[in-house]
């Protein structure tokens, strides 16, 4: 440690212990707020005034949220909550603030810091506790009251506020225990004293208790920051909290001080944990908009109180939303990493199709360019009213699917148009430090067509539970990747740690007009006393079809397995020797799994489990390749959205390739992988290119691409040549219109007229 983490944890284990004794001798001092308001008055995101125009434009544009918020309020009422993926948790006539109801386990009513939240058997799965402690529940209580005006909503709302504090005297129990739940206490507490703002409902006397809960939370957060505690998420949430207390509550005597010290936090934190790329160094879907939303927030309140915003902090959530905005080109993005649950404004907007919401936001704050892919939200609304409603009337398609990488995060997106289709590797690190909310998911893809998921990360279900589900959930076999003698490619130590966290290396990205093509590694398995390196090569052709390789190199025999999770909408038939993966409601299908005729990897396919939500667990089913074989071995899949009954074949008369050959109908695909930059033939082929594809439709060659090589011959033609190595060339045959392109400005020395060629091609 540091001297200064010395310090800071040092008088945190102080004031614990100084607050305990204080409770017990009965001197706890109620907080004292400012006799006189300062000169400026502090903006909301919304006035009095404008709350009726807000209400007016969700019922107007989004009524189906204010019917959800109604129904969801009518619930609360009746002490019955949805609560991350879990629905209608009854809490009974009296609510137990220290339940989880999930489990029916309550924590004890100590002293916060002793209660040992990570233990399941002493308390279940705090994050459910936690979830109804957040209080966002009595924001839709709020809201609720403001769409009806009902007081019965109002009524339930106070009854619990007083009931909440009566059971949670500080400092005693868990809800004192997790500085980042006092911070979203906070925010929602907030949001309800502004949309109860200028209503009979916001009694004098209410109002002041609020005043004053706050100032003790400001207090506990400053005084226990996830500085070097969990200094990510929960740092920039508590920051945020700070943030909006010092701005909204000027009464409050160390108002000036939060609001600085948050701001402060805030803009430091976006620069240490967003990586240049833009993508949250958590590598984790529903981390990157946690954090996303929490900076949103913050940077839209502080343009309405005139707080001056840096450029640099904007630059960071323009790329954070350019990241979000590129996973969502084919649909709602696929997740990745740790689910949390949780959410900033919304806790029923949790799933995969809802982490699309900060686009609406960021369209908002600049421009409709920035935020492909936006579309209308509740959240939106309250924030910018009509100008929200303005931009973002029609939801706005997301511009034809492009490929993108974002290098620093390891995330490499491969597009497709006719269909509309996107494949995600995952090739950058597992996470930072221990990697608490990444996956041991290296090299893993996802695949989206036409919006909807189709190979998916099975999500993550649990943090805590009296079985192994945690480890299950983010382990390699849960993730479309190899695994190893049945082993992860790093070791779970703890829920949030993993040891020998495996290396990443990209070996090649080329994209093209005509395709795409990434070649990389991890070393995750090289601990096995047989070391294993494993390798992966996806190439995809426009239009055409996906290529996974797989290769696993070492020594000895081991057990191979690479698993592909399918979405729960999905069931997998068998049709001439291949996997069709249909609609189970309309038999539709969507894709075809192909791999070589007499092929040692047996296939079989069994129900597995996904969670789209944290607490909500699918049966989906699961494709698995095995292969129990001496290294070095490999299997390769084929992927085609629109497919023919086509069969692979491997060509066995490689030298120093490996070649696989595609038939269908009057086509047939050869592709073929060079070995450490060696000339190589096969047949009749010839090349020194890493990557040699070429189509042959009616005899003709149709289309052809060659990746780190200089020369490709077929017999004694030559059909490109180039002086010099080039990255890529590719020439393609439209409508019998000849292109072709280059990587380089280099111009091929040679380059074959594609006249009909003999049917032994």
Same mark, same amino acid.
């Given at each position: 440690?540091?001297?200064?983490?010395? /310090?800071?944890?040092?008088? !945190?284990?102080?004031?614990?212990?100084?607050?305990?004794?204080?409770?017990?001798?009965?001197?706890?001092?109620?907080?004292?707020?400012?006799?006189?308001?300062?000169?400026?008055?502090?903006?909301?995101?919304?006035?009095?005034?404008?709350?009726?125009?807000?209400?007016?434009?969700?019922?107007?544009?989004?009524?189906?949220?204010?019917?959800?918020?109604?129904?969801?309020?009518?619930?609360?009422?009746?002490?019955?909550?949805?609560?991350?993926?879990?629905?209608? *948790?009854?809490?009974?006539?009296?609510?137990?603030?220290?339940?989880?109801?999930?489990?029916?386990?309550?924590?004890?009513?100590?002293?916060?810091?002793?209660? =040992?939240? #990570?233990?399941?058997?002493?308390?279940?799965?705090?994050?459910?506790?936690?979830? #109804?402690?957040?209080?966002?529940?009595?924001?839709?209580?709020?809201?609720?009251?403001?769409?009806?005006?009902?007081?019965?909503?109002?009524?339930?709302?106070?009854?619990?506020?007083?009931?909440?504090?009566?059971?949670?005297? %500080?400092?005693?129990?868990?809800?004192?225990?997790?500085?980042?739940?006092?911070?979203?206490?906070?925010?929602?507490?907030?949001?309800?004293?502004?949309?109860?703002?200028?209503?009979?409902?916001?009694?004098?006397?209410?109002? &002041?208790?609020?005043?004053?809960?706050?100032? =003790?939370?400001?207090?506990?957060?400053?005084?226990?920051?996830?500085?070097?505690?969990?200094?990510?998420?929960?740092?920039?949430?508590?920051?945020?909290?700070?943030?909006?207390?010092?701005?909204?509550?000027? !009464?409050?005597?160390?108002?000036?001080?939060?609001?600085?010290?948050?701001?402060?936090?805030?803009?430091?934190?976006?620069?240490?944990?967003?990586?240049?790329?833009?993508? @949250?160094?958590?590598?984790?879907?529903?981390?990157?908009?946690?954090?996303?939303?929490?900076?949103?927030?913050?940077?839209?309140?502080?343009? #309405?109180?005139?707080?001056?915003?840096?450029?640099?902090?904007?630059?960071?959530?323009?790329?954070?939303?350019?990241? *979000?905005?590129?996973?969502?080109?084919?649909?709602?993005?696929?997740?990745?990493?740790?689910?949390?649950?949780?959410?900033?404004?919304?806790?029923?907007?949790?799933?995969?199709?809802?982490?699309?919401?900060?686009?609406?936001?960021?369209?908002?704050? @600049?421009?409709?360019?920035?935020?492909?892919?936006?579309?209308?939200?509740?959240?939106?609304?309250?924030?910018?009213?009509?100008?929200?409603?303005?931009?973002?009337?029609?939801?706005?398609?997301?511009?034809?699917?492009?490929?993108?990488?974002?290098?620093?995060?390891?995330?490499?997106?491969?597009?497709?148009?006719?269909?509309?289709?996107?494949?995600?590797?995952?090739?950058?690190?597992?996470?930072?430090?221990?990697?608490?909310?990444?996956?041991?998911?290296?090299?893993?893809? =996802?695949?989206?067509?036409?919006?909807?998921?189709?190979?998916?990360?099975?999500?993550?279900?649990? @943090?805590?539970?009296?079985?192994?589900?945690?480890?299950?959930? /983010?382990?390699?076999?849960?993730?479309?990747?190899?695994?190893?003698?049945?082993?992860?490619?790093?070791?779970?130590?703890?829920?949030?740690?993993?040891?020998?966290?495996?290396?990443?290396?990209?070996?090649?990205? &080329?994209?093209?007009?005509?395709?795409?093509?990434?070649?990389?590694?991890?070393?995750?398995?090289?601990?096995?006393?047989?070391?294993?390196?494993?390798?992966?090569?996806?190439?995809?052709? =426009?239009?055409?079809?996906?290529?996974?390789?797989?290769?696993?190199?070492?020594?000895?025999?081991? #057990?191979?397995?690479?698993?592909?999770?399918?979405?729960?909408?999905?069931?997998?038939?068998?049709?001439?020797?291949?996997?069709?993966?249909?609609?189970?409601?309309?038999?539709? /299908?969507?894709?075809?799994?192909?791999?070589?005729?007499?092929?040692?990897?047996?296939?079989?396919?069994?129900?597995?489990?996904?969670?789209?939500? %944290?607490?909500?667990?699918?049966?989906?089913?699961?494709?698995?390749?095995?292969?129990?074989?001496?290294?070095?071995?490999?299997?390769?899949?084929?992927?085609?959205?629109?497919?023919?009954?086509?069969?692979?074949?491997?060509?066995?008369?490689?030298?120093?390739?490996?070649?696989?050959?595609?038939?269908?109908?009057?086509?047939?695909?050869?592709?073929?992988?060079?070995?450490? !930059?060696?000339?190589?033939?096969?047949?009749?082929?010839?090349?020194?290119?890493?990557?040699?594809?070429?189509?042959?439709?009616?005899?003709?060659?149709?289309?052809?691409?060659?990746?780190?090589?200089?020369?490709?011959?077929?017999?004694?033609?030559?059909?490109?040549?180039?002086?010099?190595?080039?990255?890529?060339?590719?020439?393609?045959?439209?409508?019998?219109?000849?292109?072709?392109?280059?990587?380089?400005?280099?111009?091929?020395?040679?380059?074959?007229?594609?006249?009909?060629?003999?049917?032994?091609?």
């Amino acid at each position: 440690m540091s001297s200064d983490e010395v /310090r800071v944890r040092l008088t !945190q284990e102080v004031w614990k212990r100084v607050d305990v004794l204080l409770f017990g001798a009965g001197l706890q001092t109620r907080p004292k707020l400012a006799t006189a308001l300062p000169g400026t008055i502090p903006r909301f995101f919304f006035s009095p005034e404008e709350l009726p125009d807000r209400t007016a434009l969700i019922r107007e544009h989004l009524p189906s949220e204010l019917e959800s918020t109604i129904a969801l309020s009518d619930k609360i009422c009746r002490h019955k909550f949805d609560l991350l993926g879990y629905k209608d *948790l009854d809490y009974g006539q009296e609510i137990d603030w220290h339940l989880d109801a999930v489990h029916g386990k309550r924590a004890p009513l100590k002293p916060w810091f002793r209660i =040992r939240y #990570l233990d399941f058997a002493e308390v279940g799965d705090h994050k459910v506790t936690w979830e #109804l402690n957040r209080h966002q529940h009595l924001v839709t209580l709020a809201k609720a009251y403001c769409f009806t005006g009902e007081n019965r909503y109002i009524n339930e709302l106070l009854t619990q506020w007083y009931a909440w504090h009566k059971a949670n005297p %500080y400092p005693l129990g868990i809800n004192w225990a997790s500085t980042l739940e006092v911070a979203f206490r906070s925010l929602s507490w907030l949001w309800v004293r502004n949309l109860l703002s200028g209503s009979n409902a916001l009694t004098s006397s209410f109002d &002041a208790g609020m005043l004053e809960a706050l100032q =003790r939370n400001g207090r506990y957060i400053e005084r226990y920051l996830s500085t070097y505690f969990s200094p990510n998420t929960h740092l920039i949430g508590e920051a945020v909290a700070l943030f909006f207390i010092g701005t909204l509550c000027p !009464q409050i005597p160390h108002a000036q001080h939060w609001q600085d010290l948050g701001w402060k936090i805030v803009l430091k934190e976006a620069k240490r944990q967003v990586r240049p790329d833009g993508l @949250y160094f958590e590598q984790a879907l529903y981390y990157h908009v946690y954090a996303l939303d929490f900076f949103l927030h913050s940077r839209i309140l502080a343009s #309405l109180n005139a707080i001056p915003i840096p450029a640099s902090f904007d630059a960071t959530l323009k790329r954070m939303l350019e990241v *979000l905005s590129a996973l969502s080109q084919a649909g709602c993005p696929e997740g990745f990493g740790d689910d949390d649950g949780g959410r900033l404004f919304n806790p029923a907007r949790n799933r995969d199709e809802h982490m699309t919401d900060p686009l609406a936001l960021g369209a908002a704050v @600049y421009g409709t360019e920035s935020a492909g892919g936006a579309s209308l939200t509740e959240e939106s609304l309250w924030f910018f009213g009509s100008r929200a409603a303005e931009l973002l009337r029609i939801s706005m398609p997301p511009a034809q699917p492009v490929s993108k990488t974002f290098q620093a995060g390891g995330i490499y997106l491969m597009a497709d148009s006719a269909p509309s289709e996107l494949l995600c590797i995952d090739a950058g690190p597992q996470g930072t430090g221990h990697s608490g909310h990444g996956h041991a998911d290296a090299l893993s893809i =996802r695949l989206a067509i036409n919006g909807r998921r189709v190979l998916v990360d099975s999500g993550t279900y649990s @943090y805590f539970s009296d079985n192994d589900d945690r480890n299950t959930f /983010r382990g390699t076999s849960a993730h479309n990747t190899l695994v190893v003698d049945s082993v992860d490619q790093a070791v779970p130590h703890g829920p949030f740690a993993w040891s020998s966290i495996p290396n990443v290396k990209v070996e090649r990205w &080329a994209t093209g007009k005509t395709f795409d093509y990434f070649s990389g590694h991890h070393d995750g398995f090289r601990r096995l006393s047989d070391p294993v390196l494993h390798r992966r090569f996806v190439f995809h052709t =426009r239009r055409g079809p996906w290529l996974v390789r797989d290769c696993a190199e070492g020594i000895g025999t081991h #057990l191979l397995e690479i698993f592909w999770h399918f979405d729960a909408e999905f069931k997998i038939v068998e049709q001439d020797g291949n996997l069709l993966v249909a609609r189970s409601a309309d038999g539709r /299908r969507e894709l075809a799994l192909n791999t070589p005729a007499g092929s040692q990897w047996q296939a079989n396919v069994f129900s597995g489990r996904i969670a789209p939500a %944290y607490g909500e667990v699918q049966v989906a089913p699961v494709v698995r390749f095995a292969a129990t074989t001496p290294l070095p071995a490999e299997c390769l899949v084929r992927l085609e959205a629109i497919a023919e009954n086509g069969k692979v074949s491997r060509l066995q008369e490689a030298n120093g390739a490996v070649a696989y050959r595609y038939d269908a109908s009057v086509r047939s695909d050869y592709v073929f992988f060079g070995q450490n !930059q060696r000339l190589w033939s096969c047949g009749a082929w010839q090349s020194d290119a890493e990557l040699f594809y070429c189509r042959v439709q009616d005899g003709r060659i149709a289309h052809l691409v060659m990746v780190g090589g200089s020369f490709a011959k077929w017999t004694d033609r030559t059909l490109v040549r180039f002086d010099d190595q080039v990255e890529h060339f590719e020439w393609v045959l439209r409508d019998g219109v000849s292109e072709s392109f280059c990587s380089s400005e280099q111009s091929p020395a040679e380059l074959m007229h594609f006249e009909v060629l003999d049917s032994v091609l």
